[in-house]
């Protein structure tokens, strides 16, 4: 099995600040040409965190150079499986939202969009990162069954 990757819990609430931003420029933009150009960005920064986890994010990196030399290290990490779940249903939510946008599917750009704005702000704002607590109810729900 491969080793498991410990992160700094405070590098990927801050990759959560970064998306609800650009979550409610979306959102304030709508399916407009700039809203969907806003949006295929922020799909953009998705695919790193998905991919490898949340380490590998520019947003990571961004808090690696900028925050946590201000900060000092944490007191605690975590395993980087849970961020990295949640990172890939980020990445399939703005997929979503961005390809209902470009068909014409206004309330899946809606309702995709503000997923994903929800979703980044009870991380950004309370720590409550909801693909990790579905990540972890998965892990259980497969542990019971086996």
Known sequence: MAQDIQIDPRGYRFGAAVTLAFAVAVMLLGPSTAGLVTLAVLVALF??????????????MLFKALLRP???????????????????????MSAA???LGVLDVTWGFWLFGAMVTAASFLNAAFGFCLGCEIYLL???AGARAA
């Not at 695919?47 to 949340?54: K, M, N, S, T, V």
Request: proline fraction near 14%.
């Open 47 to 60: 695919i790193p965190a998905a991919l490898i986890g949340p380490q590998a994010s520019l947003q990571s």
């Open 70 to 92: 201000r900060i000092g290290p944490p007191t605690e990490t975590e395993s980087y499986r849970p961020p990295r779940f949640a990172q890939q249903m980020g990445l399939a």
């Open 97 to 99: 939202a961005l390809v």
């Open 138 to 140: 998965l892990k259980r």
